[in-house]
């Protein structure tokens, strides 16, 4: 069937309408609204977006923050230049990470950030990924001075496709406003839209309740199965407190703030009694797989034959979705990370 093979998510995308920088002030980004049960299509800006959310609606953001993810050292601890790349993925067992290095790399390769920090190579696993552990002066460091090692020396993992180095404004803007638990190596893109006064807008006139998906480097993942079905979706950290747990459970309608907020619920709200905070999210959302949840989503435009783009389609079917995105296309709407959004009713 057609909606299975990877093929149907195809399309083509001027590369004029990728978004190598956001738009400013974040209100002046373009919206289209879709009305499912009216077929209405509505083209705004972000300045009205809260217009548009059902009143009732339970609002849940994710409020991961992204993480200075992208190292540059030397394999030679005096040479100036840093050449070697290495992208912090997540933590592992203890004070160990796993991370992606560029280029030849074996078990106990040393990389220098300068004169004292270091990381060395542990173990090279699957999927082209390196566990390795970072140091001071030889004296191992622990999570909380890793994170003040990246804090200082990295970078902002900018997506593949914006095709230029980190500057000082993604710092602040590769990054939502209510960011508060450190750990992804991407944002959640439709956060990006919000100001401080949407969001305080929001807060005061909606029920809202937050998680915490931290964004793995396998979002930008092109699936690779000629059947999607087939596809292995990657594994998120995922934490939910129990307020906000209990506040997901009472709600009949909810309209959630990107794919991954929406990916969290659905995921939680398939569970039987939870008695946790943390999980570990794998979920893939497709028209074989449909949501069951969540009413209504707000979102970016995504990449093509993306497991996103199937959970748009998973949402309001896949000939719609390709309507929608030739519209869009149409209407030079910028797309990915640092483009406009779609709003899903």
């Given at each position: 069937?057609?909606?299975?093979?990877?093929?149907?998510?195809?399309?083509?995308?001027?590369?004029?309408?990728i978004a190598n920088y956001p738009v400013l002030p974040k209100e002046k980004a373009k919206l289209l609204v879709y009305e499912r049960r009216s077929q209405t299509i509505t083209h705004t800006?972000?300045?009205?977006?809260?217009?548009?959310?059902p009143k009732n609606a339970l609002v849940v953001l994710n409020d991961t923050k992204v993480m200075k993810a992208r190292l540059f050292g030397s394999k030679h601890a005096f040479l100036p230049s840093k050449t070697t790349e290495v992208f912090f993925h997540r933590f592992f067992k203890g004070n160990t990470a796993m991370t992606q290095i560029k280029g030849k790399i074996k078990v106990g390769d040393k990389i220098f950030f300068d004169a004292n920090y270091y990381a060395e190579v542990l173990e090279l696993l699957h999927n082209g990924q390196r566990l390795i552990a970072f140091y001071d002066n030889q004296t191992p460091l622990n999570q909380e001075n890793i994170l003040k090692l990246l804090e200082q020396y990295g970078h902002m993992p900018l997506p593949p496709y914006?095709?230029?180095?980190?500057?000082?404004?993604?710092?602040?803007e590769y990054q939502s406003v209510f960011a508060k638990h450190i750990g992804a190596v991407a944002a959640p893109t439709a956060s990006l839209h919000f100001s401080q006064n949407t969001l305080e807008k929001l807060l005061k006139d909606f029920k809202h309740a937050f998680l915490t998906l931290h964004v793995g480097a396998g979002t930008f993942l092109s699936v690779e199965t000629k059947d999607i079905r087939e596809h292995q979706i990657h594994t998120e950290v995922l934490r939910i407190p129990k307020k906000s747990q209990e506040i997901l459970q009472e709600s009949q309608e909810i309209l959630c703030i990107g794919t991954t907020a929406l990916r969290s619920v659905e995921y939680f709200k398939r569970l039987k009694n939870p008695n946790q905070e943390?999980?570990?999210?794998?979920?893939?959302?497709?028209?074989a797989n449909p949501i069951q949840h969540v009413n209504h989503?707000?979102?970016?435009?995504?990449?093509?034959?993306?497991?996103?783009?199937?959970?748009?389609s998973a949402m309001i079917g896949l000939e719609k979705t390709k309507e929608i995105y030739k519209i869009a296309i149409e209407k030079k709407y910028r797309f990915y990370s640092y483009g406009d959004g779609m709003l899903i009713l």
């Amino acid at each position: 069937m057609k909606e299975f093979d990877l093929e149907s998510y195809d399309y083509h995308l001027p590369k004029e309408l990728i978004a190598n920088y956001p738009v400013l002030p974040k209100e002046k980004a373009k919206l289209l609204v879709y009305e499912r049960r009216s077929q209405t299509i509505t083209h705004t800006t972000f300045e009205h977006v809260l217009d548009f959310f059902p009143k009732n609606a339970l609002v849940v953001l994710n409020d991961t923050k992204v993480m200075k993810a992208r190292l540059f050292g030397s394999k030679h601890a005096f040479l100036p230049s840093k050449t070697t790349e290495v992208f912090f993925h997540r933590f592992f067992k203890g004070n160990t990470a796993m991370t992606q290095i560029k280029g030849k790399i074996k078990v106990g390769d040393k990389i220098f950030f300068d004169a004292n920090y270091y990381a060395e190579v542990l173990e090279l696993l699957h999927n082209g990924q390196r566990l390795i552990a970072f140091y001071d002066n030889q004296t191992p460091l622990n999570q909380e001075n890793i994170l003040k090692l990246l804090e200082q020396y990295g970078h902002m993992p900018l997506p593949p496709y914006i095709k230029r180095a980190d500057e000082s404004l993604d710092a602040h803007e590769y990054q939502s406003v209510f960011a508060k638990h450190i750990g992804a190596v991407a944002a959640p893109t439709a956060s990006l839209h919000f100001s401080q006064n949407t969001l305080e807008k929001l807060l005061k006139d909606f029920k809202h309740a937050f998680l915490t998906l931290h964004v793995g480097a396998g979002t930008f993942l092109s699936v690779e199965t000629k059947d999607i079905r087939e596809h292995q979706i990657h594994t998120e950290v995922l934490r939910i407190p129990k307020k906000s747990q209990e506040i997901l459970q009472e709600s009949q309608e909810i309209l959630c703030i990107g794919t991954t907020a929406l990916r969290s619920v659905e995921y939680f709200k398939r569970l039987k009694n939870p008695n946790q905070e943390a999980f570990e999210c794998d979920i893939f959302l497709h028209l074989a797989n449909p949501i069951q949840h969540v009413n209504h989503l707000l979102t970016n435009f995504h990449l093509p034959k993306s497991s996103l783009l199937m959970l748009v389609s998973a949402m309001i079917g896949l000939e719609k979705t390709k309507e929608i995105y030739k519209i869009a296309i149409e209407k030079k709407y910028r797309f990915y990370s640092y483009g406009d959004g779609m709003l899903i009713l």
